[in-house]
């Protein structure tokens, strides 16, 4: 059956660079202990469900209209919850509404990103290992994608990135801080870096902070970098720290204009007024939906000392997952532990997997697996 469905799709007329291409998307597999999308793993709290409700029910009243294409509401709260993350670091809360766009998740907003600034005979350059849909969308808008290396600590150096932007001159540049799937943040100097090179050849620079609240303490958001600096843009996601990736809410911060350029390519009323309802009902109570954030972050760092006690090598994380090598056998590890009912990734990198920090007994039950795991192999 399946051959035959792939028979009839070989009979479309489709795009010569789909043909033979695979979807994007790990497993979805109903397990105890699911760390493998780097979801918050902890429900959402009884009482953000009740203020959703009471907002998605008042939104019903009205969803024979159209939703409000600017997302107005939505955008100050967003700029206000950034300006509390800036003030966090030290720096100066200027973002209004005018500077933020949203999109259904960070996905699409970095589709609306590419498809204003990149496109056919463009380029869009980031540096491997990191987020595997970046090349994705680079061919789904038709644009060439070049990837750029990082050191074999998977940490970037300001000259070397500097330097790789130089030589390609690419379109667009995507830097992830911190990095899926390693965990690496990134300096301000990288970000200064890149973005000084990029002044060239007016790339815009992309800084993905999807997992931007978990970044530890003394790691600054780059969302200070942009005064003065139009061709930069920061995006965040309401998936992780929010713990709504069902909600599908990711945005971005930059100048006025870029957000003028995306509106030329979004669709008509891309946010329905459900999602701009829960969104906004979910940044009311962010301080609730953020209080397990330190929780996660704590497991995080719990995994990387005791995957080092077990002899494994982790890497520092800045995110609420932890990437760890030193496996003889990644696919006979993976295999052990979704035997015991814990899922998670494989990255595709050799000796290498990726595990998302959730609950403390979620992180028990995922060390206590592996450890057994790896007595089997000695
Ligand atoms: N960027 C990075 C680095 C991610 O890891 C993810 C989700 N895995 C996303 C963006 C997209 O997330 P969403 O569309 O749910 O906002």
Known sequence: AEEDAAKRLAALPLRDELRGQHPYGAPQLNVKAMLNVNETTYDVPE??????TKEVRRASATLNR???????????????YLNRDLVS??????????????????????????????GPGRTVMSFPPTYSMYPLYARGIYSEYIAGT???DFTQDPQDVADQIRQHRPHVVILCSPNNPTGTALGLDVVEAAYEAARESQTMVIVDEAYGEFRQPGTPSALQMLPGRPRLIVTRTMSKAFALAGGRLGYLAAAPE????????????????????????????????????????LQRDRIVTELRRLGLTPAPSDANFVFFGGLVDKKAAWEHLLADGILIRDVGIEGHLRVTAGTEEETTAFLESLRRHLQTQR
């Open 47 to 52: 009482d953000v469900v009740d203020a959703i």
């Open 66 to 80: 159209y939703p409000d294409r600017e997302f107005t509401l939505l955008r100050q709260k967003l700029a206000e």
């Open 89 to 118: 670091d030290g720096a100066s809360a200027d973002l209004t509404a005018d500077h933020i766009w949203a999109g259904n998740g960070s996905n699409e907003v970095m589709q609306h990103i590419l498809q204003a600034f990149a």
């Open 150 to 152: 990082r050191s074999p």
């Open 258 to 297: 870029v957000t003028d350029a995306l509106r030329l390519v979004r669709l008509p009323y891309h946010l329905s007024a459900v999602t701009q309802a829960t969104a906004c009902a979910a940044l009311d109570h962010s301080e609730t939906l953020m209080a397990n954030v330190e929780k996660i972050k």
